[in-house]
């Protein structure tokens, strides 16, 4: 299952397509169109796309308890693995100082934990994974530097192409830039193709920041990575 933050109508297919990316570099032979890949239910769209997870207002707390007990369903089924995209909203460089990560532990995994008591294994949290880009999901897909130059030709008049030029040869500043999709002309209207049109996987995971980290988290998983090689091609 994918969860993202972003409420555009794209999101889903964009996250679907990054986190592909994300696990062939785990499996390089894994065929990860062979998981049955789905988005949150409906219900639950708002607390998730909204960010209301985060919120301490009364007047969602109903529906984040009925959040929780879906998230804690779904990662009690043994077939089940929730990809949760929540940017970081800091420069990678100021990591520590970012909210998102501990937010996620204390109001997602620890609620996770209280409601599932003696079953919160291991093995069952150890299906849940935190996306987390810095500065925002646009530092990995702004790395597609040929295709968003592209797109800077066919659809703004050329405007930003010597910015991303520069990008691909410093890859490392996408990470550092704070609110990073208000730098471009592409802000987030292209998502979708920067992540379905050649995405440079193994070079942005060749940047050692945020996306390293998350190939990093998913390969540590014994479970995901014998999940994964179990769509492999069948040896003749």
């Not at 999101?11 to 169109?33: G, H, N």
């Not at 609620?111 to 925002?136: D, N, V």
């Not at 998983?221 to 003749?236: D, G, I, N, Q």
Request: hydrophobic share 40%.
């Amino acid at each position: 299952m994918l969860l993202t933050e972003d409420s555009s109508e794209q999101a889903f297919a964009t996250l679907k397509a990054v986190s592909f990316e994300l696990l062939r570099l785990v499996d390089p032979q894994c065929r990860p169109q062979k998981l049955g890949i789905e988005p949150v239910a409906k219900e639950h769209q708002p607390v998730v796309r909204a960010n209301m997870w985060r919120s301490t207002n009364a007047r969602h707390q109903r529906q984040n308890t009925d959040f929780i007990r879906y998230m804690a369903t779904m990662l009690s089924q043994d077939t089940s693995f929730v990809f949760f995209h929540v940017d970081g909203d800091a420069q990678w460089a100021n990591r520590d100082e970012s909210k998102t990560v501990e937010q996620f532990e204390n109001l997602v995994v620890g609620k996770i934990k209280k409601l599932l008591g003696a079953k919160a294994t291991t093995e069952r949290l150890g299906r849940l994974f935190r996306i987390t880009p810095f500065y925002s999901i646009e530092a990995w897909l702004f790395q597609n530097t040929s295709v968003a130059i592209a797109i800077c030709a066919r659809n703004y008049q050329h405007r930003d192409i010597k910015l991303f030029e520069a990008w691909s040869n410093n890859r490392h500043e996408l990470d550092e830039i704070e609110k990073i999709k208000t730098q471009t002309c592409l802000a987030s209207k292209h998502n979708l193709e920067l992540a379905e049109m050649g995405f440079p996987a193994s070079i942005v995971h060749g940047v050692g920041k945020s996306f390293a980290e998350v190939v990093g988290l998913l390969k540590s998983s014994e479970l995901l990575v014998s999940t994964l090689a179990k769509t492999r091609h069948p040896v003749p």
